[in-house]
């Protein structure tokens, strides 16, 4: 019903910067949270960062400052802007979008595919 698409992965300098998209097809309803997750080899997949369906965003500590998500309900588009990419974010970075009930429940959730991030020193 609902599907995600990452894009805009790729190699990246330390110091740099990087735009990750995650486009979704499909209706995501009136309520709910856009997520991105990461996961690095050999390690389970974290939250970095989330979006509200009124844009209120939240970040994982090392995200803080440093990432910025975004999202443009119109084009059913989320973003995750990397400035100063490390070379310990280098994950495959998911999308994740879970639809809610006017309550706050989880009635619905669906992940993107992934898209390599790789962070060279």
């Known amino acids: 019903q609902v599907q995600l698409v990452e894009s805009g992965g790729g190699l990246v300098q330390a110091g740099g910067s990087l735009r990750l998209s995650c486009a979704a097809s499909g209706r995501i309803g009136r309520w709910n949270v856009i997520y991105w997750y990461r996961e690095a080899p050999g390690k389970q997949r974290k939250w970095v960062a989330s979006i509200t369906n009124d844009g209120k965003p939240n970040y994982e500590a090392s995200a803080k400052d440093r990432f910025t998500i975004s999202r443009d309900n119109a084009k059913n588009t989320v973003y995750l802007q990397m400035n100063s990419p490390k070379p310990e974010d280098t994950a495959v970075y998911y999308c994740?979008?879970?639809?809610?009930?006017?309550?706050?429940?989880?009635?619905?959730?669906?992940w993107g595919q992934g898209t390599q991030v790789t962070v060279s020193s």
């Open positions: 994740n979008v879970k639809i809610l009930t006017s309550y706050g429940a989880v009635s619905d959730q669906y």
